[in-house]
């Protein structure tokens, strides 16, 4: 959808992908509530998560299928991988399923911007983001909360330990900052951001060599396609990694949040 | 019209989020998360947690057969030993048996030995005792026979009687050199 309407822009004039790429009309409304695309992928996301899993993990045999080697491969590099390194036992078993549903959630909602047909990565609307960050962001705090009192998480948060006494003033406000008030914050924005970059570099080259072959009548305009197609593949296999790298810092992000929430000094 | 640009801006604009994608976003995750703790983890763990089990169950299974059969050598090594140790002390009896028992029949042969020849003096003795006393009987019998000859003849003549006297002696000198030239023969004779 987002590819036809700006097509037909790019059949009159040079296309001019942006921001508006990202603003989907709604598909259809439910009670004059506007359902748009990303809302649909993201319940979807969930259906999809939820069955693959469920197929892999159902039999949990001691000598796995191929189906539920893969599954535990998925599971335990998020279990032993990144909870259990950042976050230490015995304390990471409790948050391993937590850890575990974003890793696939942000995975699906990444690898859509791939997929055909789907081919929008959820996480390009910054709404999603900042809900799985504000999820972090309570959960890592509670964590500390529950384990240090609330005046005690706020002092190991903000308080590194030897320093000289007349920086305290100026470190404690910035360490407040930075690990109380902008983390869910960069979480967001990292994950977003990539993800709108990415989506927006491909609109670029695909509308861009599609222009340039068809509508254009500059020289270059051919060679130029080509490059474009080019290009549009080299950054196609470049967002295949950066869709899984993203799942997996956001993931690992979170969990060294709640290692931190939880250490008795760092 | 003021308002629907501002709002078009406002959409325009990626940093702005939608409330309702946050709330969607929320909810979704919730459930998958409910979903994932559920289902899902719990029977990746529940295989894990097998697999180890299994694994060190297996272990230790192992483990206690080997020790079983490490029990098992042992005791055999040790019939086996003790087989041996009561197989030469056997031996070491029989030979100690087998050497009495030459000792005795050795010493039961040399008893008879001594026996037979105690019986062969005794029996030589006896005969000699009884050649003893029959030489004494004829010895007074030829007495005798001597002193009726010299009562016979002495009257008569002193002359005579001492000839009588000398023939004896002199037969009574044959008989003791030809004893001693022949003693069996003049002892059994006598």
Do not use: C
Request: a negative charge; hydrophobic letters at 50%.
């Amino acid at each position: 959808m987002t590819l036809a309407g700006a097509a037909i822009r790019a059949s009159e004039s040079p296309p001019q992908p942006g921001p508006a790429d990202f603003n989907l009309p709604p598909i259809f409304e439910v009670a004059g509530f506007g359902i748009t695309k990303p809302m649909v992928l993201v319940v979807l996301s969930a259906v999809i998560a939820f069955g693959v899993l469920y197929t892999m993990s159902r039999r949990a045999a001691v000598v796995p299928g191929r189906l539920q080697f893969a599954g535990e491969a998925m599971y335990g590099f998020v279990r032993n991988g990144i909870a259990r390194e950042n976050i230490g036992a015995p304390d990471y078993h409790r948050y391993v399923p937590y850890l575990f549903t974003i890793f696939v959630f942000v995975l699906v909602n990444n690898y859509y911007g791939m997929i055909p047909f789907f081919q929008f990565p959820t996480m390009s609307r910054i709404g999603y983001p900042l809900a799985l960050a504000l999820i972090a962001w309570v959960v890592y705090n509670v964590a500390g909360i529950a384990r240090h009192g609330l005046l005690g998480y706020l002092r190991l948060q903000t308080l590194p330990p030897g320093l000289p006494a007349w920086i305290v003033p100026i470190i404690v406000p910035l360490e407040f900052l930075s690990n109380i008030l902008l983390r869910p914050l960069t979480l967001t924005l990292r994950l977003f951001a990539t993800m709108f970059a990415g989506h927006l570099l491909l609109i670029l080259f695909a509308l861009g060599g599609e222009y340039l072959l068809l509508h254009s009548d500059n020289a270059l305009a051919i060679p130029g396609g080509i490059l474009s197609f080019v290009m549009f593949i080299a950054i196609s296999f470049l967002e295949l990694l950066i869709m899984f790298l993203q799942a997996y810092v956001f993931t690992l992000l979170t969990a060294m949040y709640i290692g931190l929430a939880l250490a008795d000094e760092h | 019209m003021s308002t629907d640009v501002v709002r078009a801006a406002e959409d325009l604009n990626p940093l702005i989020p939608h409330v309702s994608e946050i709330v969607i976003g929320l909810v979704v995750f919730g459930i998958l998360f409910f979903l994932i703790v559920k289902f899902v983890a719990p029977n990746f763990e529940k295989a894990y947690a097998d697999r180890t089990k299994a694994i060190e169950g297996g272990i230790s299974a192992a483990e206690t057969k080997q020790a079983e059969a490490d029990a098992r050598l042992a005791e055999l090594e040790k019939q086996l030993a003790d087989a041996r140790h009561e197989a030469a002390r056997i031996r070491e009896e029989a030979r100690e048996q087998g050497a009495q028992i030459v000792a005795e029949m050795r010493e039961q042969a040399n008893r008879e030995a001594e026996r037979i020849k105690e019986n062969g003096k005794a029996t030589i003795e006896a005969e000699r005792q009884q050649a003893v006393t029959s030489l004494r009987a004829e010895v007074g019998t030829l007495a005798t026979a001597l002193a009726g000859r010299i009562v016979g003849e002495s009257l008569e003549d002193d002359e005579r009687a001492n000839r009588v006297v000398d023939r004896f002696l002199a037969d009574l000198e044959d008989l003791e050199t030809s004893r001693q030239a022949a003693p069996g023969v003049n002892g059994g004779a006598v």
